[in-house]
């Protein structure tokens, strides 16, 4: 099946400080991408919805400022974490579907802020 | 919009003995079903998807689900369950354009010996 690779798997960094993301799509091109979040013991909860060539699409409470999504290209979308802060720690996972197909989950990504 | 619900936070269950964890969603327009399995601190597997046909479906791991329409309900079976299938179970519909998935909150299996 098609691959979503994500990187980091985990990443440690200070409060303050600005964190990138990144989610591929391996063998496909995805002309969208969802991020979501994890809080510890809950279920994803969509973050937004990022567009080849266009503004993302944020879930009603995201911060557009805080979480700043590009999607460049075809197969790469990057979620940036700005000014970081202990609350902003999650597990957050991207996903990339291609139109009328189903959508592939990446392996997730593990930030901790302290 | 659709919406998930999955009755069971933590199930505990016995080597080899059946599961079934339970899942129900609710939509305004027809949707497709998903199962995915989350190990820690792993993203998600696809363990099994309805879109069309019969509503008995297979996946991975010997898991099998069963769609039913008439009370919007997607529950997940196995015969007999080992070690290995201790993890957290998503339930989770998208619309037929797969514009947006809507997860339910989980369930815990937690296998014993």
């Known amino acids: 099946g098609a691959v979503v690779s994500q990187h980091p798997s985990r990443v440690i960094c200070k409060s303050g400080t600005s964190v990138k993301i990144e989610c591929r799509s391996l063998?496909?091109?995805?002309?969208?991408m969802f991020w979501y979040r994890q809080f510890p013991k809950q279920s994803l909860m969509l973050m937004a919805t990022?567009?080849?060539?266009?503004?993302?699409?944020?879930e009603q409470g995201v911060e557009k400022d805080k979480f700043l999504i590009n999607h460049a290209s075809l197969t790469l979308s990057t979620l940036t974490v700005t000014s970081a802060h202990p609350e902003d720690s999650s597990f957050y996972i991207c996903s990339a579907y291609v139109r009328n197909t189903e959508a592939f989950f990446g392996q997730g990504t593990r930030l901790t802020v302290v | 919009a659709q919406s998930v619900t999955q009755l069971d936070s933590q199930v505990p269950v016995f080597e080899e003995a059946p599961v079934e964890l339970r899942c129900n969603y609710s939509s305004s327009v027809s949707v497709y079903l998903f199962w995915y399995v989350q190990y820690p601190n792993q993203g998600l597997q696809l363990l099994l998807k309805?879109?069309?046909?019969?509503?008995l479906v297979k996946g991975i791991n010997g898991f099998e689900a069963e769609f039913n329409k008439s009370q919007t309900s997607f529950h997940l079976r196995k015969p007999s369950v080992h070690i290995s299938d201790t993890a957290e179970y998503f339930c989770?519909?998208?619309?037929?354009?797969?514009?947006?998935?809507?997860f339910g909150s989980g369930t815990k299996l937690n296998v014993k010996p």
């Open positions: 990022s567009n080849e060539g266009s503004k993302a699409t944020y």
């Open positions: 989770a519909v998208s619309d037929r354009n797969f514009n947006k998935f809507y």
């Open positions: 063998d496909f091109q995805a002309t969208t």
């Open positions: 309805y879109l069309s046909g019969s509503t």
